[in-house]
């Protein structure tokens, strides 16, 4: 992992601000292939510019498929319910 920010929100700003954070902690080489679902928020102009100032392949799943990106869906699983578990700790 790169970069994250946990919020209680998921908008535009909040992911654009993270893959810019990604991009400066790295030396990426050309070709960078961005993978997403089919989201509102990476689906719209803002960010698909953003991918595309920053020479970046956007990538998304099929409608629907998460066997496309199985290894991150469950990635993010397994962070909510850690996230989940220690929040309910500190209540």
Do not use: C
Request: aromatic letters at 10%.
């Amino acid at each position: 992992m790169i970069a994250y920010k946990l919020y209680e929100h998921q908008q535009t700003p909040l992911v654009i601000e993270t893959l810019n954070i990604a991009l400066k902690n790295r030396n990426y080489p050309e070709g960078i292939i961005l993978h997403s679902d089919q989201g509102s928020i990476y689906t719209l102009y803002a960010f698909q510019e953003f991918v595309k100032r920053n020479h970046i392949t956007s990538s998304m799943s099929r409608r629907g498929n998460s066997w496309d990106n199985t290894v991150i869906e469950s990635f993010h699983s397994n962070l909510k319910s850690e996230e989940s578990s220690t929040s309910n700790l500190t209540s």
